[in-house]
């Protein structure tokens, strides 16, 4: 899901696309964008996920104004995406973009498509003046 949406966003000239499994909470203020692939584990986020923004909050990294988005696979339930969502909007005032993409365990063609268009949809945005 990550590569498609990183694809979606590579689509828009001139936007640069850095894909990370671990990112540190002080390299978070450095990027347009945020979005962030979470599996549902137990009704939860990942937990390296959680402590990042924990983290975040507690060394008052600021987002405010930065746009972010949340995707993500689960067996269950899948909460997490929209956990993250909330931390976003609630916690560090971002622009979030909704809705979250979901997948039922793997990704089918058409999460796969909904995905590249949410990259390209956060690129386009990244590009304009002002927000």
Request: negative net charge.
């Amino acid at each position: 899901m990550a590569e498609a949406v990183a694809e979606g966003a590579r689509s828009v000239e001139g936007v640069e696309v850095e894909t990370s499994y671990h990112v540190g909470y002080e390299e978070l203020s450095g990027y347009d964008a945020l979005l962030i692939g979470v599996p549902t584990y137990h009704h939860e986020m990942a937990l390296d996920i959680k402590n990042l923004f924990e983290e975040a909050a507690q060394n008052s990294v600021d987002l405010r104004g930065k746009l972010g988005a949340a995707f993500g696979s689960y067996g269950w339930s899948g909460e997490a995406p929209k956990l993250i969502l909330e931390i976003m909007k609630n916690r560090f005032a971002m622009d979030v973009v909704e809705p979250t993409i979901l997948s039922k365990y793997a990704p089918d063609e058409a999460t796969l498509k909904k995905c590249r268009e949410l990259g390209n949809r956060i690129a386009g945005l990244t590009k304009r003046p002002s927000l």
